[in-house]
């Protein structure tokens, strides 16, 4: 079966302190220490068209071992992915770095497999190996938001209606569909002045939304859809009334 995680060259090396090994004993060397481990970006918020990229940098204090290779193998919540091979691209201060990115395509993974990855990497010298777990990066299925406002203009005092649709990626079908029951804030920005949450609503059948309020002064509206652990966040544009 052909992997969901194309190789890249790699790639510009980013790295902070996530993780160290202890070492131990071997017969010509002190086993190798890993001494951080990245992945960058950690969040990857894929659609139904675009590819995305993701690069894993891993640190290594050889302690004068040959180390003959490094590997960061990827796992879903539930599943293995792929092992991802690391290439060398540069030492300073006794310290080595590797580096291995992929391309995960739109529809390599189904709907259920959105949320948080994790990997384990593995540094190889001779017949031996350390390994420790690796960075975590979640994958969110993107999502789209819009928002109308009517009537415009509008006398003041009177409701205004703003509704709106909550569509989020289908990987497997490669479309956007309703996002259905999930809590979208509507936010109100006068004139000069600054969003703030006024209302509510609740996608329904095919992730429609209205929420009905009362018109006090110019401004406009949006919806804001803070995320949920298997899609990304999303604002709308914004629409704007006329209040008379």
Not at 189 to 195: E, I, N, Q, R, T
Not at 224 to 230: N, Q
Request: proline share 6%; charged share 20%; net charge positive.
């Amino acid at each position: 079966m052909r992997s969901p995680l194309t190789a890249l060259a790699a790639l510009p090396i980013l790295a902070a302190p996530l993780l160290a090994l202890p070492s131990a004993s071997a017969a010509t060397c002190t086993a190798p220490e890993l001494v951080n481990a990245t992945v960058t970006p950690r969040t990857v918020v894929l659609g139904t068209s675009q590819p995305k990229g993701v690069e894993i940098t891993v640190a290594v204090r050889e302690h004068g071992c040959a180390v003959s290779h490094v590997d960061t193998d990827v796992f879903t919540a539930t599943d293995f992915v792929d092992t991802l091979a690391m290439e060398e691209v540069g030492t300073s201060g006794g310290v080595t770095t590797y580096v291995a990115g992929a391309r995960i395509n739109p529809g390599a993974f189904p709907n259920s497999d959105a949320g948080t990855f994790r990997t384990s990497v593995y540094v190889r010298w001779g017949k031996k190996v350390v390994s420790d777990d690796g960075p975590t990066f979640r994958l969110l299925r993107a999502a789209r938001l819009t928002a109308n406002a009517s009537p415009e203009p509008v006398r003041r005092g009177k409701p205004v209606t703003v509704a709106g649709t909550l569509t989020r990626a289908n990987w497997e079908t490669l479309r956007y569909a309703g996002y259905t029951g999930r809590d979208v804030r509507l936010q109100f920005k006068p004139a000069g002045g600054a969003w703030a949450t006024v209302g509510t609503a609740t996608s329904s059948g095919g992730g429609k939304l209205a929420t009905t309020v009362e018109a006090g002064r110019d401004g406009c509206f949006r919806y804001v859809f803070p995320g949920s652990s298997t899609t990304a966040k999303a604002v709308s544009a914004t629409d704007c009334v006329d209040v008379r």
